[in-house]
C-alpha cells in the first residue's frame, strides 16, 4: 500500500491515481460506458459521476476582455486601455508557424483524439510514476481552453481567479464535462482559435496578437518559425519562459518546441536546426496602457471620457453594469476632443506656468451650440510623481476633480447681470456703488424666507481699489468689476432671479450641490469647476442657448469577429435667456476686453468678449471668455487653496500681484488663438448701450437708466428717479421697482442739474 506523506497528502503515486480515475471517467462518460465501483478509485469515480450529472448542460462563454481605443475628433489615436491587453484576431490571420508550434507543444494529438485524451492521460501517469512526481500533464488544448474561460470569467477577482484554477476534482470533473461540449460545437479550427486569442503569453499580453505585437512589435501573422515556437513555449509558464528577463531559458524553451515540431512531422530536422541557431532578436514594445499614455498632454481628458462611461446610465443601469461593459472593452471611442485645440491649450499653458510653480492653471474649450468639450488640460500633467496629479482640476468632483471646484470671484457677476436683464432690468442700469457697504438686508429668496444681514458685526463688502466709487451703470461697472455695484444689484432683484439663471445654465458646485442663496454668490464665493464654467459662458455665445457639455461622438465594440454600435450621451440644449439677454451680456463683456480689466486677453482677429475674477487673498485667478463659436475657462491657484498669489514667480515671470487678466487673461488669448487659427471669424449680434456722454447728443426724455431704443421716459425725472437709474417708461414699457438699498446720505452732487436733464447723475460721472 503506498506511503502517505507526513503532512497527511497524497503520495505523487496517489496523485497520479487520482488524475488517471478522473481521466477514465471523462472517457467513460464520452463512450457512455458504467464504471464498476470497485476499491477506493472506483467510489471516487461513482462520486465524480453524480456531480458530473449535476453541473448546468452548457458553458458559459463571456466575450474576451480586449483594448479599447479612444481617438479624438479626426480619428487619430489618444489612448489605449484595457484590463487586458488583447486583439482578438481570427486563425486566418495567425501565422501558420504559430498553429503548428502550439499544437506540437501542447497538445500533438489534437486532431486525433475528443475533449479528452486517454493515450495522453496513460502517457503521462506512466512518466509522472517513473519520477515520483508530476512531469508531465494531460490536459488537452480544448481543456486548457475551457480552463482559460473560466479565469476569464473570473476577471480581476482575485477570489474567483483561485477558484477556476484551484487543483481540485470538482474543478477538473467541471473542465472536462465543457470540453466535451466544446468539441462537439466548436470544431477544432475554432477551438485553435479561440484558444491562441485567449490564452496568456506574459508581459501583459492576452492571445497571440498582443504576444506578438508586445514581443516582436509585428502582427501575428507575419511570426516566423524561431518567432512563433518562442511564443508557442512561453505558454506554459510565462513567467519562467520571459524571454525579456531570461533569454537563456527562453531560448532553451524555444529549440525544444522546435524538437517537437520535428517529432510530429511539421517541420524538417534541418529547418529545426536552421531555427535554432537563430537569436532571438526581440523587438519588444512596452505596455501602453491607459489615460497616462495619452497624447497631446489629453490624459485629464480621457479619464473624463473614462469617468463618464462608468457613470453615465446610458452604459448600464448599475455600476456593475458599466464597470464590466468598460473591462471588457473591445471598444472604438470616438470622442470630441479638437487635436488642434488640445495642442492649443497645452502649449499656451505650457508657455505661462511651469510644472514645477506653486500654483497650477487649468483650461477647458468648449463649442457653443454643441455642448462639445474640444480641449481640456492643465499646467501639472497627469501622474503620480513630484508636481504630477491624478486630479483633474477641470471638473466636478465626480468626474475625478479635487476638492469642490474653485471659488470663481468676479467672473460670476455675468450671471447676475443676466438674471437682471431677464427681470427687465435695462442695461443702463445704474446703482450708487460706494467703496465699501453693508450687505443691503433683506434680500428676498425663491424660498419666500429673506436672507437678513445679522450678527454682531453685519457681513460688508467693498471694491477692489478706493477709487472705485460710483455711480456706476452696467457697461462700466462691468468693464471695472465693481463689487458693490452688482451686490445691489442682487439686492434689487433678490436672488430667487439669479438662482432660476444659474440652474438654466447648470451651474452648481463642484460637489453637484447647488448654490447658496445669499447675496456673496455675486462675488463668486463658492468652488465651481472650469467645464461648468466654460458651458454656461458657451449660452451667452450661443443667443441664449444652453447645451450641456458632451465628450464622446460615438462608440463601437467588437465581439469576437462582429462589430456594434453603442448608444451614448447626446447634449442636451436648452433656452436659459432670451436672445436680447444673451447679446447684451456680450456687448458687455465685449467692454472688458475692450477697456476694463481683461485687455490682456484680447483677441485681435475677432470678436471677443469675456470676464475676469480674483477671489480673496488672491488664492484663484479666473479669466473666461468666449468668440461666437468657442468658449474656454481658465484657472490659476492653488488647488489646496494654501497658496496666496502675491509676489509670485509663475512661469518664470515675477507678479506683485496676480489679476485674473494678468496670468489666466494671457493663457486664455494664447489658447484661443491656436485653436481659432484658420477657424472663420464670426461676428456677435451687436447691441448699443447708451454710454453717459451720450446724454449731451440727446434732446432729453432720457434718463441714464432709459433705453435710447425704446425708452419714452419723462425729462423731468427727479434726482431719485435718476440716482436708481429707472426710466419708469422705458424698455419696452417696463416698469422698474426702486432698489433696496438705501441711498447714502450727502451721496448726491450737482444740485436739480443731474435730475432736471434726466441723467441721473446729479454731477460728473467719475
Known amino acids: 500500500m503506498p506511503k502517505k506523506r507526513s503532512g497527511g497528502g497524497l ?19 464520452m463512450a457512455g460506458i458504467a464504471l464498476p465501483a470497485v476499491g477506493a478509485l472506483g467510489l471516487a469515480a461513482k462520486g465524480s459521476v453524480e456531480s458530473f450529472d449535476e453541473l448546468p448542460a452548457n458553458m458559459r462563454t463571456p466575450p474576451l476582455s480586449q483594448r479599447t481605443t479612444i481617438l479624438d475628433s479626426r480619428g487619430d489615436d489618444i489612448a489605449t486601455v484595457y484590463s487586458r491587453d488583447r486583439t482578438v484576431v481570427e486563425l486566418k490571420d495567425i501565422s501558420p508557424f504559430m498553429q503548428k508550434a502550439i499544437v506540437a507543444i501542447e497538445d500533438s494529438r489534437f486532431y486525433q483524439h475528443g475533449a479528452v485524451d486517454l493515450k495522453g492521460v496513460l502517457r503521462a501517469l506512466n512518466r509522472n510514476a517513473q519520477s515520483g512526481g508530476v512531469a508531465e500533464g494531460a490536459s488537452t488544448l480544448t481543456q486548457q481552453y475551457v480552463k482559460n474561460v473560466f479565469v476569464e470569467e473570473a476577471g480581476d477577482d482575485p477570489t474567483k481567479v483561485a477558484q477556476a484554477t484551484q487543483q481540485t476534482l470538482g474543478r477538473k470533473i467541471r473542465e472536462l464535462k465543457y470540453a466535451i461540449q466544446v468539441e462537439e460545437e466548436l470544431g477544432k479550427k475554432k477551438i485553435l482559435e479561440n484558444y491562441l486569442n485567449i490564452t496568456f503569453f506574459g508581459q501583459q499580453a492576452y492571445g497571440v496578437e498582443a504576444a506578438s505585437q508586445r514581443y516582436f512589435s509585428k502582427s501575428a501573422k507575419d511570426l516566423t518559425l524561431p518567432e512563433a515556437a518562442l511564443l508557442a513555449g512561453i505558454v506554459q509558464s510565462p513567467s519562467r519562459y520571459d524571454p525579456v528577463n ?64 462608468l ?8 455600476k456593475e453594469e458599466r464597470a464590466k461593459l468598460w473591462n471588457q472593452g473591445g471598444l472604438t471611442i470616438k470622442t470630441t476632443l479638437d487635436p488642434q485645440a488640445q495642442e492649443s491649450v497645452q502649449t499656451s499653458l505650457a508657455d505661462h506656468v511651469n510644472k514645477d510653480d506653486q500654483v497650477a492653471a487649468a483650461t477647458t474649450l468648449v463649442e457653443p451650440g454643441t455642448g462639445k468639450i474640444l480641449a481640456m488640460g492643465q499646467s501639472k500633467p497627469y501622474g503620480y510623481n513630484k508636481n504630477e496629479t491624478e486630479y483633474n482640476y477641470s471638473v466636478d468632483s465626480a468626474w475625478g476633480g479635487s476638492n469642490y471646484g474653485f471659488p470663481t470671484g468676479s467672473t460670476f457677476k455675468p450671471f447676475v447681470a443676466a438674471a437682471a436683464l431677464e427681470e427687465g432690468r435695462p442695461p443702463t442700469q445704474e446703482y ?81 450641490d447647488k448654490l ?103 488664492r484663484n485667478a479666473w479669466f473666461v471668455g468666449y468668440t461666437p463659436n468657442l468658449a474656454g475657462a481658465v484657472w490659476v491657484g492653488s488647488a489646496t487653496q494654501q497658496v496666496k498669489m502675491e509676489a509670485i514667480s509663475i512661469g518664470g515671470v515675477w507678479h506683485d ?52 431704443d425704446n425708452g419714452n421716459g419723462d425729462d423731468n425725472g427727479g434726482l431719485i428717479e435718476g440716482l436708481i437709474g429707472g426710466n419708469r417708461g422705458g424698455n419696452d414699457g417696463g416698469t422698474f421697482p426702486d432698489p433696496s438699498f438705501s441711498i447714502p446720505e450727502g451721496w448726491i452732487r450737482g444740485g436739480d442739474n443731474g435730475g432736471g436733464n434726466g441723467n441721473g447723475n446729479g454731477g460728473n460721472f467719475p
Open 657 to 708: 500681484k496676480v489679476y485674473g487678466g494678468r496670468v489666466p487673461g494671457p493663457i486664455w488669448r494664447d489658447a484661443m488663438t491656436g485653436a481659432l487659427s484658420g477657424k472663420e471669424a464670426a461676428s456677435f449680434n451687436p447691441v448699443h448701450i447708451p454710454d453717459p456722454e451720450d446724454r449731451d447728443r440727446e434732446d432729453g426724455g432720457r434718463d441714464r437708466g432709459g433705453n435710447n
Open 11 to 29: 503520495s505523487p503515486t496517489q496523485q497520479a491515481a487520482k488524475f488517471l480515475g478522473v481521466s477514465v471517467l471523462a472517457g467513460a462518460v
Open 246 to 309: 531570461d533569454e537563456a531559458e527562453a531560448t532553451k524553451r524555444r529549440n525544444i518546441v522546435l524538437q517537437r515540431m520535428v517529432e510530429t512531422g511539421d517541420i524538417s530536422q534541418e529547418d529545426a536546426d536552421r531555427a535554432m541557431r537563430v537569436p532571438l532578436e526581440l523587438k519588444v514594445s512596452r505596455p501602453q496602457n491607459g489615460c497616462i499614455t495619452s497624447v497631446r498632454g489629453a490624459a485629464f481628458f480621457c479619464k473624463y471620457v473614462e469617468k463618464v462611461f
Open 516 to 618: 447658496p442663496e445669499v447675496p456673496s454668490i455675486a462675488l463668486g464665493s463658492k468652488g465651481i469647476s472650469p467645464l461648468t464654467m466654460a458651458s454656461a459662458y458657451a449660452a451667452f455665445a450661443s443667443r441664449g442657448m444652453y447645451c450641456s457639455p458632451v465628450a464622446i461622438e460615438s462608440i463601437s465594440q467588437k465581439i469576437g469577429n462582429q462589430e456594434k454600435s453603442l448608444q451614448v450621451p447626446k447634449s442636451t440644449c436648452s433656452r436659459a435667456m432670451s436672445e436680447k439677454t444673451a447679446d447684451t451680456i456680450n456687448e458687455l463683456l465685449g467692454g472688458v476686453i475692450d477697456s476694463g480689466t481683461g485687455q490682456e486677453a484680447g483677441l485681435t482677429d475677432r470678436d471677443s468678449a469675456g470676464k475676469t475674477g480674483t477671489t480673496d487673498e488672491r
Open 311 to 318: 457613470n453615465d446610465p446610458v452604459f448600464g443601469k448599475t
Open 432 to 512: 450708487s456703488s460706494p467703496y465699501e457697504m453693508d450687505y443691503p438686508s433683506p434680500v428676498q429668496t425663491c424660498s419666500g424666507k429673506p436672507w437678513v444681514n445679522v450678527g454682531a458685526k453685519k457681513e460688508t463688502v467693498e471694491n477692489e481699489d478706493e477709487s472705485e466709487v460710483g455711480p456706476y451703470r452696467l457697461k462700466e461697472a462691468t468693464a471695472k468689476s465693481v463689487n458693490t455695484y452688482f451686490v445691489q444689484m442682487i439686492s434689487d432683484i433678490g436672488l430667487c432671479p439669479v438662482a432660476k439663471m444659474t440652474d438654466k445654465l447648470h451651474v452648481v458646485q463642484g460637489n453637484g
